[in-house]
Antibody, heavy 124, light 109 residues
């Protein structure tokens, strides 16, 4: 059973770079057919997609965050990572990693499983 | 459009049936997936595709779709179903983006 676990600093200073890692256990991050995603949730708000990376290395980012986001994968460690630069208080949120899957016929996509989430606070 | 619209709140009497809806242009091309989120917990997938339930999800949860609207139906709602529910799909423009609905808070009375 695949499990995901986020890790990283819970406090980041404004203008710095937020860095989080998601460790995948119970399965290989290199297995085809999946994509590895970051999703965040501002306090008391809904879910916001940040971006994802395919096992091949192709990345796709939310246009509203694209200029500040980098997602990468380390297959040797079975991990993928998020970097969000120039953070402000508006980036304070719970950050989730999740495995994405999709079918093209019919067109379907879903996220399962999710990590437990990690709260990142941006404050000086 | 890349937006998915959900009613902010819905209530249902214990044991009754409730439908939570999600509207968006992308749903004309993509099936929605649905997630349940309880306070302080990560979202959990409850429905994906045309009407598929992951292992462990009770069969009182079902999904359907018509035009630009996807629905999550809970038949015989239980107290433990009280939670926030989010829909999700791809953006229909073909640019690989992902979209989430704003969420519906379900109260079981």
């Amino acid at each position: 059973q695949v499990q995901l676990q986020e890790s990283g600093p819970g406090l980041v200073k404004p203008s710095q770079t937020l860095s989080l890692t998601c460790t995948v256990s119970g399965g290989s991050i290199s297995s085809g057919g999946y994509y590895w995603s970051w999703i965040r949730q501002h306090p008391g708000k809904g879910l916001e997609w940040i971006g994802y990376i395919y096992y091949s290395g192709s990345t796709y980012y939310n246009p509203s965050l694209k200029s500040r986001v980098t997602i990468s994968v380390d297959t040797s460690k079975n991990q993928f990572s998020l970097k969000l630069s120039s953070v402000t208080a508006a980036d304070t949120a719970v950050y989730y990693c999740a495995r994405g899957a999709e079918r093209l016929v019919p067109k379907e996509n879903w996220f399962d499983p999710w990590g437990q989430g990690t709260l990142v606070t941006v404050s000086s | 459009s890349s937006e998915l619209t959900q009613d902010p709140a819905v209530s249902v009497a214990l044991g009754q049936t409730v439908r939570i809806t999600c509207q968006g242009d992308s749903l004309r091309s993509y099936y929605a997936s649905w997630y349940q989120q309880k306070p302080g917990q990560a979202p959990v997938l409850v429905i994906y595709g045309k009407n598929n339930r992951p292992s462990g999800i009770p069969d009182r949860f079902s999904g359907s779709s018509s035009g630009n609207t996807a629905s999550l139906t809970i038949t015989g709602a239980q107290a433990e179903d009280e939670a926030d529910y989010y829909c999700n799909s791809r953006d229909s423009s073909g640019n690989h983006f992902v979209v989430f609905g704003g969420g519906t808070k379900l109260t079981v009375l």
